[in-house]
């Protein structure tokens, strides 16, 4: 693999918050190519442990002289404008690329890049696909927000033209890439922090679709009506797909003891085969639909697809079974958007359980004030729902929204909904609460997954 903006193997970059789970995946494909890296995040993590040892500098705190015979400043969306880091790149002239760009660079190098977009899901389309084409044998470049054991990590370094890769909407940064197959899963409301409203957010997915050249496939969800429009507008091929719509569609779904779907995959009014999942929820029979629907417009053979997503068994954070004490199961899942909370307590609702008890986290100030209602109509599945504090990310509390708001407005639709204000306290009252058959699910993108080691781990 080369990089035409690289050309010196020499060169060294330096990413800021190169502990994020994207940063991180392209850090390593640079190390992997024989460059030299260095990168900074405000705290130590697995994945910072895991690129030092492949050879990175690693810094933990933004420093300023963190910048050591730097030739290009890599950063995130997440960076504010007065990072030291930053500042002292512009000081010195050294180039800076946001982390989108500098992926589209990377992904320029490739023929058949596929990027698969959406609201929710595209970690794990993104990693069912990547199955399909390793049991394909096409030798694909992945780098998915995600740990998959299937790579052992968020990135694999291939050496063919296919290139596998989540493309987010935050920030419009999606529009920065070169997807020859572009996928999208579904379009709502989120990120309204940067987007003005739901029209602005179509129209940014209906740029990132006429980015795909005319010999290119756009994989769209025929079942949601604002991605379906889009396909009016593209000057490529198109795909669909859909339970109730769409060429590549999923009949008679049953839904096993664990919750995970069987079913039948028609194009057109033609069976093609039945398959199985080793993932629940309806959610995923539309991942599973979107992966066929892509691997199928590259001819990659039916064998292959039943195969990969057959041996999928989740990406790590994504409704993840984290183990059992006491008779108790202990899940995990991502979902930080009203839609991906009801996907998750629906499947947990199909998973085995006497009682659902859900530890949500909220996650950025923006989303919560701006999905406030939505995000308290989530929780009707859940037993009892433990509320923990926002988790600010890249914000700051402003004072105008807080968990114990959410709290009030979850109580008035009559869930048994209960405010923590630290872990160590939810902990205390789950050990209490919880019996044998029970079912706990932690929910949100911060650290609420610690919810559960504790619970497993007997911490107090």
């Avoid at 604002?226 to 490529?236: D, F, R, T």
């Avoid at 779907?261 to 029979?285: A, I, M, R, S």
Wanted: glycine share 8%; net charge negative; proline share 2%.
């Amino acid at each position: 693999m080369s990089f035409d903006f690289l050309e010196d193997r020499n060169k060294k970059i330096h990413f800021i918050g190169i502990g994020g789970i994207s940063m991180s995946g392209l850090a390593e494909i640079l190390l992997n190519n024989s460059y030299r890296v260095s990168g900074s995040d405000r705290s130590q993590s697995e994945l910072t442990d895991h690129l030092k040892a492949k050879g990175a500098e690693i810094y933990i705190g933004h420093d300023a002289n963190n910048l050591k015979n730097v030739d290009l400043v890599v950063y995130t969306a997440a960076i504010a404008e007065d990072n030291p880091e930053l500042l002292r790149a512009k000081e010195l002239n050294i180039p800076i690329m946001d982390r989108a760009d500098f992926l589209g660079h990377v992904m320029n190098g490739h023929k058949y890049n596929v990027a698969v977009s959406g609201t929710h899901g595209k970690t794990t389309t993104t990693s069912m696909f990547s199955h399909i084409t390793l049991n394909a044998n096409l030798d694909p470049t992945i780098l998915v927000g995600g740990n998959l054991d299937a790579i052992n990590g968020n990135v694999r370094v291939g050496n063919s033209e296919y290139f596998i890769t989540e493309a987010c909407e935050y920030k419009a940064s999606f529009l920065k890439f070169y997807p020859y197959v572009g996928i999208i899963l579904n379009i709502e409301a989120d990120h309204l922090d940067f987007y003005k409203n739901i029209e602005e957010i179509q129209d940014t997915f209906k740029k990132f679709a006429q980015l795909i050249p005319k010999d290119g496939i756009l994989v769209i969800n025929a079942d949601d009506e604002k991605a379906l429009s889009i396909s009016k507008e593209v000057n490529c091929k198109v795909a669909s797909f859909g339970i109730l719509n769409g060429n590549i569609r999923a009949k008679n779904i049953i839904f096993g003891e664990n919750g995970c779907p069987k079913f039948d995959v028609y194009k057109g009014e033609e069976k093609l085969f039945q398959l199985t999942l080793n993932v629940p929820g309806e959610h995923n029979v539309l991942n599973a639909l979107a992966s066929i629907a892509a691997a199928l417009s590259l001819n990659i053979d039916e064998e292959a697809i039943k195969n990969g997503l057959s041996t999928f068994y989740g990406t790590h954070r994504r409704f993840e079974i984290k183990g059992s004490t006491h008779g108790i199961t202990v899940i995990d899942d991502y979902a930080h958007h009203p839609t991906e909370i009801k996907a998750a307590l629906n499947a947990a609702k199909n998973f085995p359980h006497n009682r659902i008890f859900c530890v949500f986290q909220p996650h950025t100030y923006s989303r919560t004030i701006s999905l406030l209602n939505d995000f308290a109509a989530s929780f009707y599945n859940a037993d009892t729902l433990l509320l923990a504090d926002i988790y600010a990310a890249r914000e700051k509390d402003t004072g105008v929204v807080s968990s114990d708001l959410l709290g009030n407005k979850i109580r008035e639709k009559g869930v048994d909904c209960k405010n923590f204000h630290n872990f160590r306290d939810m902990n205390t009252f789950l050990k209490k609460e919880l019996k044998s058959g029970d079912l706990l699910i932690t929910i949100g993108a911060g650290d609420v997954y610690k919810v559960g080691e504790m619970f497993l781990n007997n911490a107090v």
